[in-house]
């Protein structure tokens, strides 16, 4: 529509320009002494309108000649753009693809345009972390850090690949500095828990596993078993210093006491401070609650010929017992062991042949004939001892066989 309105008008203009040409009888004189020119009004028109356009032609060549540097320039900025950009698309398809070599190859190239620089090195350091060249990671780090908009993510960054490569200290400094200039961002909180866990700081573990709210941020089974693990190590720690762990003990949740592998920590480091009937109590009350074979184990273990007292209550919770965890094997052999322990060979002897009877894995086999073996040498048996210490030896060596061939 807009050129037949430009035909048009050309048309009119034309015809226009006609009937003046032709109605148009003027002259133009110019007196240059001693010279005279007479031209016609309408060619002089038409030399004065020559003469504008040759101006405009001249003055256009000479602003294009000015421009002309600018244009180019302009030009190969945009073929760098563009090839850049085409660069750091290939480059992040390759990284998601897996294909870390030529994801940094095309991050290097896309880094040619200064505006992309910051992002394709960001690219790159991912790509030669991934492929674990921690030199090459660093430089293309540094040259990202370089831009002031991507200096934060670098360091969170920074903070990432040291845990990643196991320096949780380096990792936490970096992420308090974060923290100090106000950045409070959830995958940091998560960061510091990796990187306190790494480091054993396991009082801060149990902070951030409450402050990352378990169930929605922290899948439940997670925080649970990070909270048990840094239970666990936290009575480890404080093992040396008894007063300090009756201190820590008590500040641990009343649930989180019955768990099998916190209450045995815990009964342990009693039993070898002296702590007979901390150690009995703690170990009583997680079995009141569930079993645990592990635990039923130190339950006898954990206890002493020369304390006839603690030995008397511990043979009483578990005849208290008897009615759940009879089905055990491990349950029938802790009571044998504790009325072999208080002397009392009959029923040791006779909870002990039950034990055999419920024909129990290996270890527990193997353990029951050795005491079995002890009673009757204790008991001037030889024959039976005999037997029961041949038999003892018979179940170590071939669950021996057995692990060797599977190893195989």
Known sequence: MRFLLWILG??????????VVRSSYGNVVFFWPPYRIDLSLNFFLLLLL???????LVIKAIHLACKFPSEITAYRNRKKESESNQALKESLKAFFEGQFIQSGKMAEKAMEWEYNRACAAMIAAYAFHALRL???????????????????????????WLIDDHKPLDALKVIDRLNAEGIQYLYLQQMSLEANRLAGNWSAVVELVHSLEPGRILPET??????????????????????TVK???????????????????AARIFYHAGLLDESRNIMTRALHADWDADLMCA?????????????????????????????????????????YRQNDFERARFYFERTLEKQPESFLLSRTHFLLAQLCEKSGQSEQAAYHYRESSLVIQTESVLIAGQQE
């Open 10 to 19: 050309l048309f009119v203009s034309a015809v226009g320009l006609a009937v």
């Open 50 to 56: 020559f003469f504008y356009v040759l101006l405009f």
């Open 134 to 160: 921690p030199g090459r990671r660093d430089m293309f780090l540094e040259t990202a850090e370089r831009d002031p908009l991507f200096g934060t993510a670098c360091r969170v960054t920074q903070a990432k």
């Open 222 to 243: 997670v925080a649970g078993l990070l909270e048990k693990q840094a239970c666990e190590n936290i009575l480890s720690v404080s093992a040396q210093d008894i007063e």
């Open 247 to 265: 201190t820590i003990w008590k500040a641990v949740p009343a649930d989180w006491q019955k768990k099998p592998s916190i209450a045995l920590r």
């Open 299 to 339: 339950y006898s273990e954990f206890s002493s010929e020369k304390n006839p007292v603690d030995l008397e209550k511990r043979i009483e919770c578990c005849l208290q017992w008897e009615e759940n965890y009879s089905i055990h094997p491990q349950w029938m052999l802790a009571l044998g062991e504790l009325y």
